[in-house]
Nanobody, 118 residues
Framework: QVQLVESGGGLVQAGGSLRLSCVGS????????VGWFRQPPGTGREFVAS????????RYADSVKGRFTISRDNPKNTVYLQMNSLKPEDTANYLC???????????WGQGTQVTVSS
């Protein structure tokens, strides 16, 4: 089992920055991916970014490429999401998730709210 706790959300003006953190406990993230997803109000969950824990390979949604950066700190079992040039459409609950097997996100945190004002 993996427990995930997100932090770092808040209210920010358009053009501002935030850094989200996701701390894992219970077991290490192993060789699989850890991802960030978001759920805007009244809509479904969407993929934002992911990082493979062992290789460091990253993936991004087109909507955040060039603005968001995902990174990891292996000794701290922590994944970060640096969000720059934030837009009102980035407003959402941001959730961290870890794969339990390749391609399958099985563990989820509670999320941290990001609100971007115009």
């Amino acid at each position: 089992q993996v427990q995930l706790v997100e932090s770092g959300g808040g209210l920010v003006q358009a053009g501002g920055s935030l850094r989200l953190s996701c701390v894992g406990s219970g077991r290490t993230f192993s060789n699989y991916a850890v991802g960030w997803f978001r759920q805007p109000p009244g809509t479904g969950r969407e993929f934002v970014a992911s990082i493979n824990w062992s290789s460091g390979r990253t993936r991004y949604a087109d909507s955040v490429k060039g603005r968001f950066t995902i990174s990891r700190d292996n000794p701290k079992n922590t994944v970060y999401l640096q969000m720059n040039s934030l837009k009102p459409e980035d407003t959402a609950n941001y959730l961290c998730s870890a794969e339990g097997m390749p391609g399958r996100y099985e563990y989820w945190g509670q999320g941290t709210q990001v609100t971007v004002s115009s």
